[in-house]
């Protein structure tokens, strides 16, 4: 559902909800629902940036972004390439706004509307990821990856930003707790390489929110 360029695939969002089995199919009809109203109210908005790569003692440096990714990670999903995309997305204060009318009407609802947010702005991701890639052709993409995943540390965020200028372009900040403000918004990297990436990361073993993840409490993974 949803336009030709942003759809909001049910299953995801089931699988943010922790849904294993669903046999009369009522929690899809109430997803769909939800995201039948999110997609008439709120649109992913994202910007992104190309840098040049370096690397440092310290780690993958992106020149002139004021951004270093440190752990080994970040140089593993990088090692083949020469560039790098940062990227940001955001639903937006519209999104916070929705959420708290739906808490205050039907919580159930309102959860349900979360796990939508949630599929939604990593769909946001996606389109933005295919935009790059048309603007760069000749080039391959890797595996996007977040500030929090594997060793990449989420005080990366900061600099991200402002890299981006996420504050200004999209009304993004960074708390004091590392989190994003609003909170329906992520940040990535993403290599440009002259050959095919293979899927070099993946896995709860490398994610830092293996112990909290939803997706995992209802025994699947984001590999499902």
Do not use: W
Not at 151 to 166: F, K
């Amino acid at each position: 559902m949803g336009d030709k360029e942003i759809k909001l695939d049910i299953n995801e969002v089931l699988r943010y909800l922790g849904v294993k089995e669903d046999p009369d199919g009522a929690t899809a009809r109430a997803a769909a629902e939800e995201a039948d109203k999110l997609l008439r109210a709120i649109r992913p908005r994202y910007v992104y940036r190309m840098f040049p790569i370096e690397r440092g003692p310290e780690g993958v440096i992106l020149k002139g972004s004021g951004v270093t990714l440190p752990g080994d990670m970040a140089g593993r999903m990088l090692e083949k390439c020469q560039e790098a995309a940062l990227l940001a997305c955001t639903l937006g204060a519209g999104f916070e706004t929705m959420l708290r009318a739906a808490q205050a009407r039907d919580m159930a609802r309102a959860v349900i509307l979360d796990a939508c947010g949630s599929a939604l702005v990593e769909a946001g991701c996606d389109k933005a990821e295919r935009e790059i890639a048309a603007r760069c052709p000749g080039k391959y993409l890797t595996d996007r990856f977040s500030p929090g995943y594997g060793d990449l540390p989420l005080a990366v965020q900061s600099a991200l930003c402002a890299a981006l200028d996420a504050e200004k372009r999209l009304g993004v900040h960074v708390r004091s707790s590392l989190l994003m403000n609003p909170s329906k918004s992520v940040t990535a990297v993403l290599g440009l390489a002259d050959s095919p990436q293979p899927a070099r990361i993946r896995g709860c073993a490398y994610c830092a929110l293996a112990g909290t993840c939803t997706i995992r409490r209802g025994g699947r993974s984001c590999a499902d």
